[in-house]
């Protein structure tokens, strides 16, 4: 299950975030204006010009963080639509605003990770506390028995799942209903389904598919869980994120009924 400790909870946020916002995200926000009206262009060209007089060949690293600190500037936002999945055939419920932080990713924090997640219940009892504000943690994902999908936080925002500032800002966050103690949680058709969904994200992210960078709730570091527990089988998991064939519309589509 995704969890949050204090330390996670981002009281001390990314210089120029803004840490609260509309689950559901909303129209993008235009650009600064007044003392901040300088394009990411002028502020890239013009730092590394400034980088290259004394770095040479880390002028390109710099340019690359300069934009990662462009996009975490106030009113530098990506479009987006409420109820926009990432997902083909995903349905969209909002986790609660305070359980997640609105960012721009891949554009001012890199994805480089998939965190592997077990609710511990089922999709109903994920819902129910992702959207409490008191619980201070949410998953991008839900993967249900069936194969059906939720998303309930943008891939572009930090969801708090991982239990590690540094890891929810680099991850993606997939729980999958049941129990780490119950090896028939995990079916076939959540197997599949959450392959395919693991595969899209790697392919967006540019993530390779092994067990450095998809991995366990419980391999992150700092972290007291166990999930996802002694039945999952990676080795299939990561066949079948490997082969996963090209999305349908009709995916992970449906109405929970767990």
Known sequence: MSDTPAADRDA????????????SGGAGIGPATGSRALSRRALVLGGTAAAGLGLAGGAYAFRDELERWWWRLPGNDRPRREGEVDHPGARWIAASAANWRRADRPYDYAVDRVVVHVVQGGHDDAV??????????????????????????????????????????????????????????????????????????????????????????????????????????????????????????RDSSGEPRD
């Open 128 to 249: 129910r506390v992702f959207r409490d504000p008191e619980h201070g943690a949410a998953a991008h994902y839900i993967v249900r028995g069936d194969g059906r999908i939720t998303q309930m936080v943008r891939e572009l925002d930090v969801a708090f799942h991982a239990g590690n500032r540094s890891y929810n800002e680099r991850s993606v966050g997939i729980e999958h209903t049941g129990f780490v103690s119950r090896a028939g949680s995990f079916t076939d058709a959540m197997y599949r389904a959450s392959a395919r969904l693991t595969a899209r994200i790697c392919e967006r992210y540019g993530i390779p598919v092994d067990r450095e960078h998809l991995v366990g709730h419980v391999e992150v570091p700092g972290t007291d869980h166990t999930d996802p527990g002694p039945h999952w089988d990676w080795d299939r998991y990561l066949r079948l994120v490997r082969t996963a064939p090209a999305p349908s519309p």
């Open 12 to 23: 001390a946020p990314a210089p120029g975030r803004h840490d609260a916002a509309p689950a």
